[in-house]
């Protein structure tokens, strides 16, 4: 097997208990590796969503290109999907991750269930949540929140389509924020978890003529930061798309004397201790 340079590095990283490899892919997606296992949140991959809206007001065209093809990826025990839009279910990438990877167990909403089973998810490898919700997977204790990406959208039949994950692996606990706005109750659900490290994105509010779904601007995800007292936070959810970005440099600011932060550089991984 060829072995990517980005998942060779990753993969190389000799790790203790409470110290995590960690490499951002984009978007919300990080390929994280703890003592015990390697996990891969929210992976796009593609330029699908380029492809789709292309000539349209909303073109998502691409700021940088994909560090790695989805065709490359191997070693991940876990996928997390937050939510059932492209640029987290990516219909290019999760196929072709799903057949090349037979052991490789995925976790996303029952509202997506339908969708990864159609993107040849092996049902017996696809773990649907709800929100409000735990599930224990190998040494994962996993619990579900859910989150408004715009609206929380409850359904009784499937829950919410939209979800945080807690991950609570080797003495570390992990937000993956996934896609959401602040929503009343959010600040009590997570400060009921002693967070090491959250994910958050930091995009925020665009014209609503672009049709595109909100998330906590960087002013509302250090506001949670300081809230919930999160050890350290890695800012998401820019530098994918033109249209829809955040200014890392406002962040940096802003964040600068009030919480713990690191700025992922897209592709280079890196080795943390929390």
């Known amino acids: 097997m060829r072995k ?8 190389n990283t000799d790790l203790k208990q ?14 994280i590796k703890s003592k015990s296992c390697v996990f891969f949140f929210d992976p796009y991959l593609s330029d699908f969503a380029e492809q789709w809206t292309y000539g349209w007001p909303n073109e998502h065209v691409r700021i940088h290109s994909t560090p790695i093809s ?18 987290h279910i990516d219909p290019f990438a999760i196929p072709i991750m799903a057949l090349r990877n037979h052991d490789t167990e995925f976790i996303a909403p029952k509202a997506a269930e339908s969708r990864m089973l159609a993107l040849y998810v092996n049902k017996k490898k696809l773990f649907s949540m709800q929100g409000d919700d735990t599930l224990e997977l190998g040494p994962l204790a996993i619990f579900a929140v859910p989150a408004a990406h715009s609206m929380l959208d409850f359904d009784e039949q499937t829950g919410y389509p939209y979800l945080s994950y807690v991950i609570q692996i080797d003495g570390i606990t992990i937000l993956h924020a996934g896609d959401t706005v602040p929503y009343k109750g959010q600040v009590e659900k997570f400060s009921s978890f002693n967070i090491d490290l959250a994910l958050l994105p930091i995009n925020g509010r665009k014209d609503p003529a672009l049709e595109l779904e909100p998330n906590f601007s960087i002013d509302e995800a250090i506001e949670l930061a300081q809230s919930v007292d999160i050890g350290m936070v890695i800012p998401m959810h820019y530098d994918m798309y033109t249209l829809n ?30």
């Open 4 to 11: 990517h340079p980005i998942l060779r590095a990753l993969y």
């Open 18 to 31: 409470k110290e995590l490899a960690i490499v951002w892919l984009g978007q919300n997606g990080f390929l």
């Open 70 to 87: 989805a065709k490359e990826i191997y070693g991940v025990n876990y996928v997390f999907c937050s939510h059932d839009h492209v640029d």
């Open 245 to 274: 970005t955040a200014s890392i440099v406002e962040f940096i600011h802003k964040a600068e004397g009030k919480i713990n932060y690191r700025i992922a550089q897209m592709g280079t991984p890196f080795q943390l201790k929390l």
